[in-house]
């Protein structure tokens, strides 16, 4: 027992060191894309995320952030580090895990384990465990500062105690276990919600354990508590503690007038003397299930306490400081992630539903004169009854989406979907295409790191792959040897051993199927979600652990030479966790990649001092908040997230100085944009007003002049606006004298500058937007405005006709330039900022890996069609020395071999020719040709649709090059080759 005991303990340890010397070798250096900037920024320096936020994460990321010893560079590597940390210490407890469950299928005790079964279970333990150490979504999410890698950790500790505690007899030993796991529970809260559905599972373990002759209803019940018990953490204590709070705050502070918090400090000693006469009745009562479960209470509330980190951090106003939640208002809003909405999960509309009536839903407060104050309510759409069905999953009130339905599911415009196409969406695009696909990922193999690519076809031909999809990094074939390994352990489990069988099961299920039901995807989806599903392929792989033993099980009936046995097993175990080790290394490798941080920082360097950045995504705005919150890297510049601009609490910051950063220019008072006001600004058209003053409008706004509203049907006044050509004053003079402005382009000023809306209503945060630009205006333009290139051509609000772009964004000027419908090039600045003031670490080095939805989309993008802008506008101004430059620094800094030539890169081809550059264009002409001729042959053999989208880049790609060649003066027989795999291509599609 001791001795299985301590090889027990020391197998679990090298598996952990495994892993952590694995992660550590492959992690990212730096923030990378996504939440991970905001995260990094927001642990170092204890500001509040996105809701409903991870306190815990972000205590714990501090405390790694103080290994970086002072040096600011250092910090997102150590943050990442905690990732690493989690992720190492899950499979360590995975392991443990495994031998737990296979010593039950042996039915011994550890005690009465021979030498052969001590060593299978050990084997068992570790295979499985690295499985899942090298399966792709987990080694993703391990190398990042994401909450993902944590949260795995906290399952895995949880069902480890889980079954460690099935194994203590003393009852009242057992007890402390389940305390343990409520804590745990409650700390898990902290870091993300995933770990709470496999709570249903557990409450099966505990009827498992607790009934001597259990029976599939007894179960069934169990599960039904452990749903229960689950519902009541989700709702009536995560958020629904809070809100009981509020409750008794509008009685203290309303109804007897007591200030701000007084309510709520009432109910917290109320609910403290309710728990503590609880646990002293129970205790003096001998009721001991009541005693275990309001000590677990307890224990999951000082867990879920880390909260209070938002509450506290909040109050001092931090930078990022997402929905404020300094008060219990903005508290419970955060908690209930109230401003990403909601889709309804078990009845509710389809996508043809229409509006029938607006209802007044929830009261909304605001606090005023030491008073809460209900200023409006939530707007409830009632929705056409013929037009909702069970288990929606077809609802969108995005044009995009509808068309997406309407396509995938083959329904002409206009007609509803009925229950089946229902059905069938959930069935082929949710559980199909966001779920199984991923799965298959991680068991199977993937095609590429494109956007949608779908499991690898293990025994394809590959000879005749294109070279653009057989080097794609990301191509990873385990050839099923993990899936088999499942399978194995999935036949082992339903033989032998019931009980755990249906737990792993149940796990299985809720952390897959029961969470692609729950969060009910929409039909496109900006990035791979395959990262919400690691708690069932968790499970995944104990079952693949498991698959050792059955194996062994067949192996002594076949092989009776135990040497010849045993290496025989050995080799087939380990062939699953070798072949992903050595699959996933180089497109699981982030080591020696910075560009996302390189991608912040020359998006800030291309903005004057003092400037205000407006940005739209996560990836044009996280690594920015990283780089200034942590590297203190431009802070002069405000960067305005046009996605956040319409909520009230942003306002507000924008309105306070930041660092280097003075207050926004907006005038609207807090009524004014508190949420439901303003929310919409209807367009009213008014025949008499051609062109609208914009200051003059907003002055309208500031006063709620009644000119301007209009009534609802619900009988509230709103704002409307008259005319969508707008027009603001410019002092020509004044700005003609100034040191910023180019001097070329004092001929195109005006006394004012005009243009049209692109869109018949306003948004609160296009509202913001323009107060900002009007009140700029108004002060002489004395703040550079720009807007970002990465940006949607909507969130321009009209104006590119007058944007400069000087690098990775516009800058808003003065005049327009007609017709310039994607603005213009100043390239003098450009050409400065570009070659001067940014940076490009390691998008030159091949060992690199740039994972291709990231790096091929915005980070590529911006970088090759602004040098194909400012390169094309050298060429125009006659700079051809400068254009050349230009362009052979983009090959110097991005090569074709680190990251493939583009739509843009064809462009270049042209741009060559036109300097003179023959060879130099031919050379990337015939690399681009010759790649499309290459792909275009493997997707035309396979059909349209398989890659339609491919195929109309391809042929876009070599048409551009082909007809650059043909508006030159170079000789036909110099490209006829290029011509002639162009034509035979377009003659197959057409």
């Given at each position: 027992?001791?001795?299985?005991?301590?090889?027990?303990?020391?197998?679990?340890?090298?598996?952990?060191?495994?892993?952590?010397?694995?992660?550590?070798?492959?992690?990212?250096?730096?923030?990378?894309?996504?939440?991970?900037?905001?995260?990094?920024?927001?642990?170092?320096?204890?500001?509040?995320?996105?809701?409903?936020?991870?306190?815990?994460?972000?205590?714990?990321?501090?405390?790694?952030?103080?290994?970086?010893?002072?040096?600011?560079?250092?910090?997102?590597?150590?943050?990442?580090?905690?990732?690493?940390?989690?992720?190492?210490?899950?499979?360590?407890?995975?392991?443990?895990?495994?031998?737990?469950?296979?010593?039950?299928?042996?039915?011994?005790?550890?005690a009465e384990l021979t030498q052969s079964e001590g060593i299978i279970l050990l084997l068992s333990g570790v295979v499985g465990s690295l499985v899942y150490a090298f399966s792709d979504s987990f080694w993703f999410s391990a190398v990042e500062?994401?909450?993902?890698?944590?949260?795995?950790?906290?399952?895995?500790?949880?069902?480890?105690?889980?079954?460690?505690?099935?194994?203590?007899?003393?009852?009242?030993?057992?007890?402390?276990?389940?305390?343990?796991?409520?804590?745990?529970?409650?700390?898990?809260?902290?870091?993300?919600?995933?770990?709470?559905?496999?709570?249903?599972?557990?409450?099966?373990?505990?009827?498992?354990?607790?009934?001597?002759?259990?029976?599939?209803?007894?179960?069934?019940?169990?599960?039904?508590?452990?749903?229960?018990?689950?519902?009541?953490?989700?709702?009536?204590?995560?958020?629904?503690?809070?809100?009981?709070?509020?409750?008794?705050?509008?009685?203290?502070?309303?109804?007897?007038?007591?200030?701000?918090?007084?309510?709520?400090?009432?109910?917290?000693?109320?609910?403290?003397?309710?728990?503590?006469?609880?646990?002293?009745?129970?205790?003096?009562?001998?009721?001991?299930?009541?005693?275990?479960?309001?000590?677990?209470?307890?224990?999951?509330?000082?867990?879920?306490?880390?909260?209070?980190?938002?509450?506290?951090?909040?109050?001092?106003?931090?930078?990022?400081?997402?929905?404020?939640?300094?008060?219990?208002?903005?508290?419970?809003?955060?908690?209930?992630?109230?401003?990403?909405?909601?889709?309804?999960?078990?009845?509710?509309?389809?996508?043809?539903?229409?509006?029938?009536?607006?209802?007044?839903?929830?009261?909304?407060?605001?606090?005023?004169?030491?008073?809460?104050?209900?200023?409006?309510?939530?707007?409830?759409?009632?929705?056409?009854?013929?037009?909702?069905?069970?288990?929606?999953?077809?609802?969108?009130?995005?044009?995009?989406?509808?068309?997406?339905?309407?396509?995938?599911?083959?329904?002409?415009?206009?007609?509803?979907?009925?229950?089946?196409?229902?059905?069938?969406?959930?069935?082929?695009?949710?559980?199909?295409?966001?779920?199984?696909?991923?799965?298959?990922?991680?068991?199977?193999?993937?095609?590429?790191?494109?956007?949608?690519?779908?499991?690898?076809?293990?025994?394809?031909?590959?000879?005749?792959?294109?070279?653009?999809?057989?080097?794609?990094?990301?191509?990873?074939?385990?050839?099923?040897?993990?899936?088999?390994?499942?399978?194995?352990?999935?036949?082992?489990?339903?033989?032998?051993?019931?009980?755990?069988?249906?737990?792993?099961?149940?796990?299985?299920?809720?952390?897959?199927?029961?969470?692609?039901?729950?969060?009910?995807?929409?039909?496109?989806?900006?990035?791979?979600?395959?990262?919400?599903?690691?708690?069932?392929?968790?499970?995944?792989?104990?079952?693949?652990?498991?698959?050792?033993?059955?194996?062994?099980?067949?192996?002594?009936?076949?092989?009776?030479?135990?040497?010849?046995?045993?290496?025989?097993?050995?080799?087939?175990?380990?062939?699953?966790?070798?072949?992903?080790?050595?699959?996933?290394?180089?497109?699981?490798?982030?080591?020696?990649?910075?560009?996302?941080?390189?991608?912040?920082?020359?998006?800030?360097?291309?903005?004057?001092?003092?400037?205000?950045?407006?940005?739209?995504?996560?990836?044009?705005?996280?690594?920015?908040?990283?780089?200034?919150?942590?590297?203190?890297?431009?802070?002069?510049?405000?960067?305005?997230?046009?996605s956040l601009l319409g909520t009230d609490w942003y306002i507000d910051q924008m309105k306070r100085q930041t660092y280097q950063s003075s207050p926004l220019p907006i005038l609207l008072k807090k009524d004014q944009f508190l949420e439901g006001?303003?929310?919409?600004?209807?367009?009213?058209?008014?025949?008499?007003?051609?062109?609208?003053?914009?200051?003059?409008?907003?002055?309208?706004?500031?006063?709620?002049?009644?000119?301007?509203?209009?009534?609802?049907?619900?009988?509230?006044?709103?704002?409307?606006?008259?005319?969508?050509?707008?027009?603001?004053?410019?002092?020509?003079?004044?700005?003609?004298?100034?040191?910023?402005?180019?001097?070329?382009?004092?001929?195109?000023?005006?006394?004012?500058?005009?243009?049209?809306?692109?869109?018949?209503?306003?948004?609160?945060?296009?509202?913001?937007?323009?107060?900002?630009?009007?009140?700029?205006?108004?002060?002489?333009?004395?703040?550079?405005?720009?807007?970002?290139?990465?940006?949607?051509?909507?969130?321009?609000?009209?104006?590119?006709?007058?944007?400069?772009?000087?690098?990775?964004?516009?800058?808003?000027?003065?005049?327009?330039?007609?017709?310039?419908?994607?603005?213009?090039?100043?390239?003098?600045?450009?050409?400065?900022?570009?070659?001067?003031?940014?940076?490009?670490?390691?998008?030159?080095?091949?060992?690199?890996?740039?994972?291709?939805?990231?790096?091929?989309?915005?980070?590529?993008?911006?970088?090759?069609?602004?040098?194909?802008?400012?390169?094309?506008?050298?060429?125009?101004?006659?700079?051809?020395?400068?254009?050349?430059?230009?362009?052979?620094?983009?090959?110097?800094?991005?090569?074709?071999?680190?990251?493939?030539?583009?739509?843009?890169?064809?462009?270049?081809?042209?741009?060559?020719?036109?300097?003179?550059?023959?060879?130099?264009?031919?050379?990337?002409?015939?690399?681009?040709?010759?790649?499309?001729?290459?792909?275009?042959?493997?997707?035309?053999?396979?059909?349209?649709?398989?890659?339609?989208?491919?195929?109309?880049?391809?042929?876009?790609?070599?048409?551009?090059?082909?007809?650059?060649?043909?508006?030159?003066?170079?000789?036909?027989?110099?490209?006829?080759?290029?011509?002639?795999?162009?034509?035979?291509?377009?003659?197959?599609?057409?």
């Amino acid at each position: 027992m001791q001795q299985f005991k301590r090889n027990n303990n020391l197998a679990g340890w090298i598996v952990f060191a495994i892993s952590l010397i694995t992660y550590t070798l492959t992690v990212e250096p730096t923030a990378s894309f996504w939440d991970c900037g905001e995260f990094i920024a927001c642990a170092y320096k204890l500001q509040v995320p996105h809701p409903p936020g991870a306190p815990l994460f972000l205590l714990l990321g501090r405390m790694f952030s103080f290994l970086a010893l002072g040096d600011v560079t250092r910090v997102a590597f150590w943050i990442n580090m905690m990732s690493v940390v989690s992720s190492a210490l899950t499979i360590l407890f995975m392991h443990w895990t495994i031998v737990m469950i296979g010593r039950k299928v042996l039915r011994k005790s550890f005690a009465e384990l021979t030498q052969s079964e001590g060593i299978i279970l050990l084997l068992s333990g570790v295979v499985g465990s690295l499985v899942y150490a090298f399966s792709d979504s987990f080694w993703f999410s391990a190398v990042e500062a994401e909450v993902y890698a944590m949260s795995s950790f906290f399952t895995a500790i949880v069902v480890w105690a889980a079954f460690r505690w099935e194994l203590v007899e003393n009852e009242a030993e057992a007890n402390r276990w389940i305390l343990f796991i409520a804590y745990l529970v409650g700390l898990s809260i902290g870091v993300h919600l995933l770990n709470l559905v496999t709570l249903p599972a557990l409450a099966l373990l505990w009827y498992f354990k607790k009934e001597a002759k259990p029976t599939y209803k007894g179960g069934f019940i169990a599960v039904l508590v452990g749903l229960f018990i689950l519902g009541v953490i989700n709702s009536a204590i995560i958020p629904g503690l809070p809100s009981i709070a509020f409750w008794f705050e509008l009685q203290f502070v309303n109804t007897l007038g007591m200030s701000y918090g007084m309510g709520a400090i009432f109910f917290l000693l109320v609910l403290l003397a309710a728990i503590v006469f609880g646990i002293r009745y129970s205790y003096k009562a001998g009721k001991e299930v009541l005693n275990v479960a309001l000590f677990s209470l307890v224990f999951l509330l000082i867990g879920y306490s880390t909260y209070t980190v938002a509450l506290v951090r909040s109050g001092y106003n931090p930078p990022i400081n997402e929905n404020d939640p300094s008060n219990i208002l903005n508290f419970l809003k955060y908690l209930k992630r109230e401003q990403y909405g909601s889709r309804s999960l078990l009845y509710g509309p389809v996508y043809t539903a229409q509006i029938e009536e607006f209802k007044e839903g929830e009261e909304v407060y605001k606090m005023k004169d030491g008073k809460y104050v209900v200023y409006t309510h939530k707007p409830e759409y009632v929705y056409q009854k013929d037009q909702q069905m069970l288990l929606p999953r077809v609802w969108s009130n995005s044009g995009q989406h509808v068309a997406l339905y309407q396509d995938m599911l083959g329904i002409p415009a206009g007609q509803k979907p009925g229950f089946g196409d229902n059905l069938r969406f959930m069935f082929s695009h949710q559980m199909g295409h966001m779920y199984m696909r991923y799965l298959l990922w991680n068991f199977v193999g993937r095609e590429s790191d494109q956007q949608d690519a779908w499991a690898i076809n293990a025994f394809e031909d590959t000879s005749k792959l294109p070279d653009v999809m057989k080097n794609n990094k990301a191509r990873n074939n385990y050839y099923y040897l993990p899936l088999i390994l499942v399978l194995l352990g999935f036949y082992l489990l339903y033989r032998k051993n019931e009980k755990d069988f249906l737990v792993t099961i149940m796990m299985f299920v809720l952390t897959g199927v029961g969470l692609v039901v729950y969060l009910n995807s929409p039909p496109v989806e900006p990035r791979e979600r395959d990262y919400i599903y690691v708690g069932s392929f968790y499970f995944l792989a104990i079952w693949a652990g498991l698959g050792v033993m059955q194996l062994g099980e067949w192996l002594a009936l076949i092989v009776k030479k135990p040497q010849v046995r045993w290496a025989l097993l050995t080799v087939l175990s380990f062939s699953a966790p070798i072949i992903l080790a050595q699959q996933n290394w180089d497109d699981h490798d982030r080591s020696g990649r910075y560009h996302q941080i390189d991608f912040a920082k020359n998006l800030l360097n291309s903005c004057a001092p003092n400037a205000i950045l407006f940005t739209g995504g996560d990836n044009d705005t996280f690594p920015l908040w990283y780089v200034q919150e942590v590297e203190g890297f431009r802070t002069d510049v405000r960067v305005c997230n046009l996605s956040l601009l319409g909520t009230d609490w942003y306002i507000d910051q924008m309105k306070r100085q930041t660092y280097q950063s003075s207050p926004l220019p907006i005038l609207l008072k807090k009524d004014q944009f508190l949420e439901g006001v303003n929310d919409q600004i209807m367009y009213s058209e008014n025949p008499n007003i051609k062109e609208m003053s914009l200051p003059d409008y907003l002055d309208l706004v500031h006063k709620d002049d009644p000119r301007i509203q209009a009534q609802t049907q619900s009988g509230e006044l709103i704002n409307t606006f008259p005319s969508d050509s707008l027009v603001i004053p410019v002092n020509a003079m004044k700005i003609a004298q100034s040191n910023w402005f180019p001097k070329e382009f004092v001929p195109f000023l005006s006394d004012r500058l005009s243009w049209k809306l692109p869109s018949k209503n306003i948004f609160k945060g296009e509202l913001i937007q323009l107060e900002i630009i009007s009140n700029n205006a108004l002060s002489g333009w004395t703040r550079p405005i720009y807007f970002a290139a990465t940006l949607p051509n909507d969130q321009y609000v009209g104006l590119k006709e007058s944007m400069q772009l000087e690098g990775y964004a516009y800058r808003l000027m003065p005049f327009k330039i007609q017709g310039a419908q994607d603005g213009f090039v100043n390239s003098k600045i450009m050409a400065d900022n570009m070659l001067n003031k940014m940076y490009w670490r390691g998008l030159n080095d091949e060992k690199v890996y740039y994972h291709g939805d990231f790096y091929m989309g915005i980070p590529s993008v911006t970088l090759r069609l602004g040098t194909y802008r400012l390169a094309d506008q050298l060429v125009r101004e006659g700079n051809i020395p400068l254009a050349k430059k230009v362009l052979d620094h983009l090959e110097r800094v991005m090569p074709n071999k680190v990251i493939p030539y583009d739509q843009f890169s064809a462009s270049m081809v042209g741009l060559y020719l036109s300097m003179g550059e023959q060879a130099k264009a031919l050379k990337m002409a015939k690399i681009m040709v010759d790649r499309n001729d290459q792909a275009l042959d493997y997707y035309l053999a396979g059909g349209l649709r398989a890659h339609e989208r491919d195929i109309q880049i391809a042929l876009y790609e070599m048409n551009v090059i082909v007809s650059s060649f043909k508006e030159s003066k170079v000789a036909p027989a110099q490209y006829k080759a290029l011509e002639s795999k162009f034509m035979k291509q377009l003659a197959r599609v057409q």
